[in-house]
Nanobody, 115 residues
Framework: VKLVESGGGLVQPGGSVRLSCAAS????????MGWFRQAPGKEREGITC????????YYLDSVKGRFTISRVNAKNTVYLQMNSLKPEDTAVYYC?????????WGKGTLVTVSS
């Protein structure tokens, strides 16, 4: 099983970036998918998740209204659209796939928000 995040990089405050998480070795159709992040010196935190059919989502208050999670099960891919980025959004962003008794992580992609 592999989850591979991509799309990270350096972005200016107020800018946007879209992260992708491509899954292999599992069918994401049967998994709740989420994004976590870990900022320097801080613990990893869950910022958003989406249920198997994409009908239900959750967002951490600090990203609500700025970030959008989506999934395309046919492509086995999950996305995180991040708008109005702030310096405090700087972190390594991790993709997560979770089902009963199973929990998988990607290796992360770094997003740096700086001018």
């Amino acid at each position: 099983v592999k989850l591979v995040e991509s799309g990270g990089g350096l972005v200016q405050p107020g800018g946007s970036v879209r992260l992708s998480c491509a899954a292999s070795g599992l069918d994401i159709e049967y998994y709740s998918m989420g994004w976590f992040r870990q900022a320097p010196g801080k613990e990893r935190e869950g910022i958003t998740c989406i249920n198997t059919r994409g009908h239900s989502t959750y967002y951490l208050d600090s990203v609500k209204g700025r970030f959008t999670i989506s999934r395309v099960n046919a492509k086995n891919t999950v996305y995180l659209q991040m708008n109005s980025l702030k310096p405090e959004d700087t972190a390594v962003y991790y993709c997560n796939a979770r089902s009963v008794g199973m929990n998988y992580w990607g290796k992360g992609t770094l997003v740096t928000v700086s001018s």
